[in-house]
């Protein structure tokens, strides 16, 4: 059976939600305007996907590896309540409550690229707060260098976790400038509406200038500390998965170019696009790796 997100998605949550749908559709339509009525400068003007394509065509390897596994079979992820355990380097470690790490008052519409190692792109209407906020209320201490993100790991919710492809639980990281970036976002909905479990419910990361895996769903920890963290792909083949995976049309991956990408939903005449440095985004994030070799760094 294929559960629509509608279809999971407690009444309650809705109505609570119907502020956000009516500003959510209010900004596509107006992109320029964000959630807050402050204008959104870091959003696309790109026409978004439909929401169709952005729920049905998904990698979450915890539901399973075909594209339209996670629709099908991430109803059984438990969303209420849920929080996360923020460690490390922090002044005020702890678990927090994830309506206080992104209460609605905050959430911000960004609408991104965002574009999958695999080749292929789509633009996403996401709801969220800025990383550096949640981090900020845990307080950064000086010494933390990076960001070390897991997903649940819990193969009743999640049946794919009982098939070894992934060292479970899933894990990524981020250089604590990367982490502390105005663009980097934790979202918990997108087109206006509540996260769909298939694209990471409640919680996960949004780095639109890095290639999609760099995007963890389902986050239950956040740890600050001074060591490059252990990566999920990175550990799986370390040849072909980097730390740092920013999009780069001039670093091939090993097995397939990286030169262009075919946005889903865009129709077979289309044809394919250039992929561009950084996804688009080198104006804002080219700074943060200056001098460094990419090509190496990848
Ligand atoms: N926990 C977890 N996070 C994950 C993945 C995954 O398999 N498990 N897949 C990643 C990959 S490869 C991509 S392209 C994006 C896809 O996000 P979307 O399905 O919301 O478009 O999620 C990323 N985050
Ligand atoms: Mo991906």
Request: charged share 20%.
């Amino acid at each position: 059976m294929k559960l629509k997100w509608s279809d999971v998605t407690p009444r309650s949550e809705y109505l609570n939600r119907r502020a956000f749908i009516a500003a959510g559709m209010a900004s596509l339509a107006t992109p320029a305007l964000g959630l807050t009525g402050a204008p959104s400068a870091f959003s696309t003007d790109e026409k978004p996907n439909s929401l169709e394509d952005i729920t049905n065509y998904n990698n979450f390897y915890e539901f399973g590896t075909g594209k339209t596994d996670p629709a099908e079979y991430s109803g059984s992820l438990k969303t209420k309540p849920w929080s996360v355990t923020i460690d490390g380097l922090v002044a005020r470690p702890g678990s927090y409550a994830l309506e206080d790490l992104a209460p609605d008052s905050a959430l911000e519409e960004r609408i991104y690229r965002l574009r999958c190692v695999e080749a292929w792109s789509m633009v996403i209407p996401w709801l969220g707060v800025p990383l550096a906020s949640i981090l900020n209320k845990a307080g950064v201490q000086p010494g933390a260098k990076y960001v070390a993100f897991r997903t649940l790991e819990d193969p009743d919710q999640m049946p794919g976790q009982r098939s070894a492809i992934i060292d479970w639980p899933y894990r990524e990281g981020l250089r604590i400038d990367e982490a502390m970036h105005p663009l980097t976002i934790m979202a918990t909905g997108l087109y206006g509406e509540v996260l769909p479990n298939q694209n990471g419910a409640p919680i996960r990361l949004v780095v639109p200038w890095k290639y999609g895996f760099k995007s963890i769903k389902s986050i239950v920890s956040i740890t600050l500390t001074d060591k490059q963290p252990e990566t999920s792909w990175q550990m799986l083949q370390p040849s072909e998965y980097g730390f740092y995976a920013n999009v780069n049309p001039q670093v091939d991956h090993p097995r397939w170019s990286q030169a262009s990408e075919r946005r889903v939903g865009a129709g077979l005449l289309a044809g394919r696009q250039e992929t561009l440095m950084f996804n688009g985004y080198g104006d804002q994030v080219a700074n943060l790796y200056s001098g460094m070799d990419l090509a190496k760094y990848y």
